[in-house]
């Protein structure tokens, strides 16, 4: 049977349809989902996609966070449900405290849109098997608040625990506290991340490497052996 993979559509999401496409290219289906959807439609993951979720107001992803779709992702989500939050759906996933720390502002106040250098930090997360550890991956970046900060002790503690999944490599774009691009929960099946690997799946396009399909080869992987 075919994994079902959830794709969330807020008011201002702008890359459901290019993740819905990765998900596909990996050979799995894609699912939408309406932010007022109170059920997820008994889909094996979920991704949380990039944009400006609800414009951005207040903070980044803290209205997203209270829509009708992230109770049943909240209730799943703690009982094993992979999840990935790409840019948006990563600062939605800190307000809603599935992973820890915040996002500001990129430090130096401006809009921010490259291929990124990343390094692979944990390859045992639901969404990263078919890296590697140390692996050096390129993968398109734009945000304007990718800023991630944690307290010293939150830091210490993700590094402790190996659940730093990306850095940023050659540049730190926004700031990034210890070069942190995305970071795991502690059972390794909540991810997010900065970058947007959705970008990063056909030689065409993106930065013309197919660096970022690994994240949806691997959770359909989890999931076909599960």
């Not at 290019?18 to 997820?40: F, M, N, S, Y």
């Not at 990935?84 to 800190?94: D, E, K, V």
């Not at 990034?176 to 929960?185: E, F, K, P, Y």
Request: hydrophobic residues 40%; negative net charge.
């Amino acid at each position: 049977m075919t994994a079902r993979i959830g794709v969330v559509t807020f008011p201002g999401s702008l890359d459901d349809r290019d993740t819905q496409r990765a998900i596909r290219l990996a050979g799995a289906e894609p699912v939408a989902l309406w932010h007022k959807d109170k059920d997820l439609k008994q889909v094996d993951a979920v991704v949380l996609c990039g944009g400006f979720s609800y414009g951005d107001y207040l903070r980044a992803g803290a209205i997203a966070r209270f829509s009708p779709v992230m109770d049943p992702l909240l209730e799943q989500a703690k009982a094993g449900l992979p999840v990935l939050g790409i840019c948006n759906g990563f600062q939605i996933l800190t307000e809603a405290h599935l992973l820890p720390g915040t996002m500001l502002r990129n430090d130096h106040l401006h809009f921010i849109c490259r291929d990124q250098k990343l390094r692979v930090e944990n390859a045992g997360t639901a969404w990263t098997t078919d890296y590697t550890a140390g692996q050096e991956i390129h993968i398109p970046l734009k945000n304007n608040d990718g800023q991630y900060v944690a307290d010293d002790y939150t830091l210490d503690k993700l590094e402790a625990e190996g659940r730093v999944a990306f850095r940023y490599l050659d540049v730190n774009p926004n700031g990034s506290q210890r070069d942190i691009a995305g970071v795991s929960n502690e059972a390794g099946n909540v991810v997010g991340l900065m970058p947007h690997p959705e970008h990063a799946v056909e030689p065409l396009i993106g930065t013309g490497r197919t660096d970022g399909l690994p994240f949806f080869t691997s959770i359909l992987k989890k999931l076909v052996n599960a």
